[in-house]
């Protein structure tokens, strides 16, 4: 079965760190870029990050930048974010996503999502 | 960053009526667009991609159109199970951005 599963949400402090993983089954992650997007409640879909199928280039959305940190191990067929300094801003669903190039590089959709993991700032 | 906007940000239809949402750009973005569908509590799932494509298992009522900067999603006989959020994503350029989403109901 082609599935994404995340894990790692949960409540956290404010200024605290946090990582989530996305487990890959019935598929091999190493052919596609990866997605992290997320959903505050009640809220639309923000686009977080990306990171290229061999892990050597990554971006991020301005909100997240230089406190998100994605990552994937192909051997393992995972990919994670580890959050630093979170804030009540990050309150949120976080879905990982396979990217499907729509016909020209780095012009994905998105294909395979997971369920998703909530991950609550809160004191 | 390019910014997407979505209309109407609600509608509400009957059963058999022929519905349409667009989704305009603030830049060009030719045909780098896809449309989600989005149920509640549920993760989204992939409708359209690269404006027009209708992506595998995909009912054939759902059709895409566009290029540039304006975009349009059409369900042509709308069904009870049509309920949901519907988002449009630019991909021409990093930040992906999203449209702030239609909630379409069924009357």
């Known amino acids: 079965q082609v599935q994404l599963v995340e894990s790692g949400g949960g409540v956290v402090q404010p200024g605290r760190s946090q990582r989530l993983s996305c487990a890959a089954t019935?598929?091999?992650?190493?052919?596609?870029?990866m997605y992290w997007v997320r959903q505050a409640p009640g809220k639309g879909l923000e686009w977080v990050a990306v990171?290229?199928?061999?892990?050597?280039?990554?971006y991020y959305a301005d909100a997240v930048k230089g406190r998100l940190i994605i990552s994937r191990d192909n051997s393992k067929n995972t990919l994670s974010l580890q959050m630093n300094s979170l804030g009540v801003e990050d309150t949120a669903m976080y879905y990982c996503a396979r990217g499907v190039a729509m016909g020209s590089a780095w012009s994905d959709a998105f294909d395979i999502w997971g369920q998703g993991t909530m991950v609550t700032v809160s004191s | 960053d390019i910014q997407m906007t979505q209309s109407p940000s609600s509608v509400s239809a009957s059963v058999g009526d022929r519905v349409t949402i667009t989704c305009r750009a603030s830049?060009?973005?030719?045909?780098?667009l896809a449309w989600y569908q989005q149920k509640p509590g549920k993760a989204p799932k992939l409708l359209i991609y690269?404006?027009?494509s209708l992506q595998g298992g995909v009912p054939s009522r759902f059709s895409g159109s566009g290029s540039g900067t304006d975009f349009t999603l059409t369900i042509s006989s709308l069904q009870s199970e049509d309920s949901a959020t519907y988002y449009c994503?630019?991909?021409?350029?990093?930040?992906?951005?999203f449209g702030q989403g239609t909630k379409l109901e069924i009357k």
């Open positions: 990171i290229s199928y061999d892990g050597s280039r990554k």
């Open positions: 019935g598929f091999t992650i190493s052919d596609a870029a």
């Open positions: 994503q630019q991909a021409n350029s990093f930040p992906n951005t």
């Open positions: 690269a404006a027009s």
């Open positions: 830049q060009g973005i030719s045909t780098w």
